[in-house]
């Protein structure tokens, strides 16, 4: 049971639900407007810029980079836009907030969790996971049935959320060789096991069907051209599903994410 994965997925569904509503409601520059003050706003903006600066680059979602109680404060600031249509009570969640910030403070984490709290901290993460999908879901389906893909992150820095259009082109370019992972977050409104993969969208098709999100994909020959898509997709073990995605048969969701391929250097 990987608690921290748990609980850093949760976060980032949050942030990528706030993202989805509040630039809807104020822009691209929603985070002015949130109700977090200035201050905080510019430490956000210096951790973005210090892991550009370590790393080479930075996630573009500058909320990836609020504190937790950041997020509560917009939850409250903001609960009148469509957020009250996501949870059932406010006061409800802002206690299930609570519990799960004890849970991942570092104090807490020097010590190992009593099993009671892993459960607790997988219930209450899976249940604000579950509404925030059911929203979406309910968005586009008016039922809420099928697991959907929450967040796609490769390892140069792009990324994808919820609410986005579900193709991506990167503007990454690669060659033969270079290799990228991608990390891949889902949710099914029914708790069951999710089933993940991610597949070149190249014949012959190569790709394996498993229950996490981790993958790692080395480009190949093959691949080379102005654009080439990788497809990034979820199901349930049920019997039926939400659609029918060439080479991959039935699945519930898919995400693409598209990139250059050069020739192999001379």
């Not at 680059?57 to 409250?76: G, N, Q, V």
């Not at 299930?96 to 849970?103: A, P, Y």
């Not at 403070?105 to 993460?125: E, T």
């Amino acid at each position: 049971m990987d608690i921290t994965t748990e609980l850093r997925n949760t976060e980032n569904s949050l942030r990528d639900l706030y993202t989805y509503i509040l630039s809807n409601k104020f822009g691209e520059e929603w985070h002015l407007k949130c109700g977090v003050s200035s201050d905080r706003i510019d430490k956000w903006k210096a951790r973005k810029d210090l892991e550009h600066k370590n790393f080479g680059y930075s996630d573009p979602r500058l909320i990836y980079y609020a504190d937790f109680y950041d997020l509560k404060t917009i939850l409250k600031h903001n609960w009148q836009h469509d957020l009250s249509k996501v949870f059932g009570k406010l006061k409800e969640l802002e206690v299930l907030l609570d519990i799960l910030e004890e849970l991942r403070n570092p104090d807490a984490h020097r010590r190992n969790l009593l099993p009671y709290q892993k459960y607790l901290a997988m219930g209450i993460s899976g249940k604000i996971r579950t509404e925030i999908t059911g929203y979406f879901s309910k968005m586009e389906t008016g039922e809420s049935y099928y697991p959907r893909i929450e967040c796609v992150q490769d390892s140069l820095g792009n990324s994808w959320a919820i609410g986005e259009q579900n193709t991506l082109f990167t503007n990454e370019v690669l060659r033969p060789g270079n290799e990228i992972q991608f990390n891949v977050s889902a949710t099914d409104p029914l708790g069951e096991t999710i089933e993940f993969t991610v597949m070149p969208v190249s014949s012959p098709w190569e790709f394996e069907w498993k229950e996490n999100g981790d993958f790692s994909l080395v480009i190949k020959k093959q691949y080379v051209g102005k654009i080439f898509w990788i497809c990034i997709a979820v199901r349930s073990k049920r019997e039926f599903h939400a659609m029918s995605e060439v080479g991959l048969g039935s699945v519930d969701d898919t995400v693409k994410f598209g990139y250059e391929v050069l020739p192999p250097k001379r």
